[in-house]
């Protein structure tokens, strides 16, 4: 029996071009997705940061919040971070920046 493949519209193959009865000739889609995907994995494991809580202790962390509350009120805010829409490239919050090191 002779199949014809999905590339093979009719025109220019003949009818016995690819005979069927050889199964090293059927298309397998997994391993073209496959090849077609490699250049995109990184096998290599990445390091996950601590969800752990940053603050050496609770005293520590009620300062921290303490402050953060006194900043926001008087509404403090450093120069040169891009929080301000002033600082922005355009008149939206930019999708990404570049950190500034420094």
Known sequence: MT??????????HTIDEEDSDNDNETPNVAQAINDQQRHNIHPEAIVVPLHGNPFVNDETQQQYFVTLVEVVAKNIMPPNCRLAATEWEGDKYPVFETISVG
């Open 3 to 12: 199949t014809q493949w999905q590339h093979q519209t009719g025109a220019g």
